[in-house]
């Protein structure tokens, strides 16, 4: 297949290369800005690996990542070997059928496997839950938890799943090509069956079971989509955090740790080339002297010592680089299994993260602090086992409905004194009004927050978010109940409306509004980057969320529309068979006090329901920034009565609607 | 030897079962029940409502495919040309970003489209915005960045089949072909692209099947606006529209349209469905 080379060619293969490696030096080049753009050139600096290595969540999903592909692949390349043996002994009417069954993972679409997968876990997360309730009220002898979520377990079984097809294609060439007369004769010559795998079969078709490891290793690492649906939301992969971080506010540390890969990555391939040549060099040098020796025959040493050296050498090598993968394993196991632990979900940037590090020296739990989108998000993690959460805090109406579907736990009020200081405007509210499940954690509007330079005058009116004029310049709220929301109270209807035509109209106003390309796209909290960056010019978003962005884009400004909009409050409030019940409380509490609701509220901008903190705040602002709090300002996180007037709570809606809500809201996709 | 390996596909048997048949068998269960229980048909009939999605996704997949394949081939037929060293350089070359996870990848795409991203920069700073009299070319959160997320995370997948079987082609056919007179389009039409068939149709289900149910790409450069089917699907398990019932039977689906693609597909490429592995 030497025939002429063109130059057409090379330019050709130079071009796609351009193509493959070009975003990739950027994003390089981009890891040592000393600023945060990805555009913007501010000068050298390698803070962004300075943080990479502090970043907890990202460090941790590296070693996930690592561990669960070494683990997959080292599992998988086993257990494909052997059964790639046993499918070899079947006979063909047996094996065909078999094999094709195998292969579904590997010829079926990433979601489909993901997705039934995860199906398979949460039918066995019911089947469990019944049982252990069963068995836990007939003795009291072993108390079994109740609710199992997706983690590490069912991460690892989903990788070994889709790995051991890909090791079986491998070694099965393999077998096939080995002659069948070698086994027999092994076995006539008094080996046993082990004795025959290891001295006959195994060397025969190592270059197969190498193979399929590395492709094994390789799926593994790549994998994004069976892992977003098997590993729950403790247990996040590298690819995972990553498309978490996408949807925020997106960090330069992405490009230190792509950067960091791509580096090591090239590394072993450009040492594994060179190993490879050198091995070939050598192959062909030994050919050289069988042909030289070929005439004067020497009786080679029975076992050449050098051979043996590095045979043994290579055997040192595993066993140790073996052993220290479980002691670190291991170590970190028990590391982590002995510490208090509190898993906490919460919303994007709504916390003052050294609030976190104040917690776990005070109290030496550790905190898993993870964050979801939506409460509609949350809900569907929940539902699906993934939420492996002991507090959450979600809105009011999301609230009701999980109170609703037995999903959440009493609160032990003793253990949280700091619940005395919440207003009392905030007890008692309709989403639980027994005041059994939770404790408020913020509160707020939601509005238009819009860029002053790039619309005409003042917005005062949710028209905005309906408007031509804006096409492709309006983001749209990311989930169903905000967004229907949002027409409805432009069509003057209310929020809590469960008239189906009155739901209708709403969505034929959003529906049309998208068809005539007003919407830019569906965020939530990609909304921070995108806003500040000027490359939207209106979103309906929170009144909390516009000071933060409004810090970093002096252009935008906040509205509360004159048609009314909805308040809302987000309440901390523990799952059903919590794992870490009184680690719960503890954290409970300590985001209950006045000293975490100041820090908190001068860090994420929402109203508090803790009295003495908002009475405080004016003067600890005063204190913390030399000046006196803007009226605007404060206004815009204490709504004011007069505006809280237009403004009306979400109500769980019944089971009808919420339905209707769900099948409009992914029809606007359509 | 036989009767004692025979015993060794035992646990295999029972671990498909379990991993590879049963979510299957669930996820068939699931299309067919409604929430509670009890056989429903309604998430089939419902499904009419996402026509749109499908023939989007197929579309922007399709698409995406024949670009790959466009330019694909030529690139694994010019790499066949050159020396063995040059090749295997480019081997790993083009291997290279698979081993870096793919959203890394299409997250490199997000800062250079953005409105305010590279692109719309330089297009400004060389004056082609003035001229055009915008302030900038809206490139993400389009139907094209999308399809250009696909092409680029699976250009390789294209580029690497149809490199391994034209690297194999057997010299002497072509030399034969020409002795017997063809030209050197002749010699490419009826010998090589024949022949490199088998590795065009592994390429082409290596690109059309994750492109055509993708959801990472079309959420992180389509922006989420305009669904894809992977969304769809995702939206329903994990996103803001909880229905594993609905999400499974639209999974169903799909998986059978793409069985019976890749089976019509195959069947053009007569018994070479032998897939060309990396």
Known sequence: MKSRRSVGGRFLIALTFLFLYAPIVLLSVFSFNAGDSSVVW????????????????????????????????????????????????????????????????????????????????????QGWSVFARWLNGVQDVVELPTRLTLGFTTLLLAHIAFDIPYVILNVSPKLRQMDKNLIDAAQDLGCTWMQTFRKVILPEIRPGVVSGALI????????????????????????????????????????????????????????????????????????????????????????????TKRVWFRRAVALVSAAALLVVTFALATATSAQRVVNVCSWGEYIDTDLITQFEEETGIRVNYQTVE?????????????????????????????????????????????????????????????????????????????????????????EAMFDEKYAGQVLLINNSRDALGIALMYLGYSVNTTDE?????????????????????????????????????????????????????????????????????????????????????AWINFMASTDSCLANLDFIWYGTANTEAIEQYPAY????????????????????????????????????????????WLSLGV | MKNKSRRLAIPYVIWMALFVVAPIVLMVIYAFTAEGGGLALDNF???????????????????????????????????????????????????????????????????ILENNGLINQFLGAIGVLDLLGVDHIRLIRTQGAVVLGMVYNYLPFMILPIYSVIVKLDGSLLEAARDLGANTAGVFRKVIFPL??????????????PSVSTFAISRLLGGGRQMMLGDLIEQQFLGGAYDPHLGAAIALVMMVVVVVCMAVMNHFGEGEEQAVML
């Open chain 1, 42 to 125: 501010k000068g050298f600096s390698i803070d962004w690996y300075v943080k990479l290595f502090q970043n907890r969540l990202i460090m941790e999903s590296v070693y996930t990542t690592l561990l669960v592909s070494i683990l997959a692949t080292v599992i998988s390349t086993v257990a494909g070997t052997f059964a790639a043996i046993g499918l070899f002994g079947l006979k063909r009417r047996w094996r065909s059928p078999l094999m094709t069954v195998g292969n579904i993972p590997t010829v079926n679409a990433d979601i489909v496997t993901g997705v039934s997968m995860c199906l398979l876990f949460a039918a066995c997360f």
């Open chain 1, 501 to 585: 035509e009155e739901i209708r109209q709403a969505y034929q106003l959003l529906s049309d509004a998208n068809d005539k390309g007003v919407y830019q796209g569906k965020v939530m909290d990609e909304v921070f980057q995108v806003m500040e960056g000027g490359n939207a010019a209106i979103a309906a978003y929170y009144a909390g969320d516009y000071l933060t962005m409004l810090e970093n884009n002096e252009d935008l400004a906040f509205v509360v529309p004159e048609e009314g909009s909805n308040w809302f409050v987000d309440a901390m409030c523990v799952l059903k068979g919590a794992r870490h019940y009184d680690e719960a409380m």
């Open chain 1, 621 to 664: 602002y005063a204190e913390a920034y030399g000046e006196e709090l803007d009226n605007e300002t404060f206004r815009i996180i204490q709504t004011p009565p007069e505006t809280l007037e237009r403004c009306e709570m979400y109500l769980v809606l019944p089971k009808e609607t919420r339905d209707l809500y769900k099948d409009l």
């Open chain 2, 45 to 111: 009939t419902s499904m009419g409502a996402y026509l749109d999605v499908f023939l989007r996704s197929f579309e922007l997949a399709l698409i995406a495919t024949l670009v790959c394949l466009l330019v694909g081939y030529p690139v694994a037929y010019c790499m066949a040309k050159e020396g063995p060293r040059f090749q295997r350089i480019a081997m790993a070359l083009i291997m290279l970003p698979m081993w870096m996870n793919f959203l890394l990848r299409t997250y490199a795409w997000m800062s």
């Open chain 1, 374 to 462: 939506s409460n509609e998000t949350l809900y569907s993690l929940l539902k699906s086992g993934g939420g492996d959460y002991d507090v959450i805090v979600p809105s009011d109406y999301m609230i009701s409905q999980l109170i609703e579907e037995d999903m959440l736990e009493e609160l032990d009020y003793s253990q949280i004194p700091n619940f005395s200081l919440i207003g009392e405007d905030f007890k008692h509210l309709p989403y639980d009004p027994e005041n059994k499940y939770t404790v408020p954690y913020a509160w707020g509007t939601l509005g238009i927050i819009y860029n002053t330079t790039m619309v005409d005058g003042e917005i005062t009116s949710w």
């Open chain 1, 216 to 307: 094994a290793f390789t799926m593994s690492v790549d994998d994004f989509v069976i892992s977003y649906f098997t590993a729950g939301s403790s247990t996040s992969t590298l690819a995972m955090t990553i498309y978490g971080m996408t949807k925020k506010r997106v960090s330069p540390e992405i490009n230190a740790v792509s950067t960091l890969l791509f580096v090591t990555v090239l590394a072993l391939l450009v040492l594994s080339n060179v190993l490879e040549a050198r091995q070939e060099k050598a192959a062909q040098k030994k050919l050289m002297l069988q042909k030289t020796t070929e005439y004067h025959p020497v009786k080679p040493p029975r076992r050449a010592p050098a051979v």
């Open chain 2, 196 to 209: 490199s068939l088998p590795g065009i149709l592994s390429g082409v289900t290596m690109v059309f099947v």
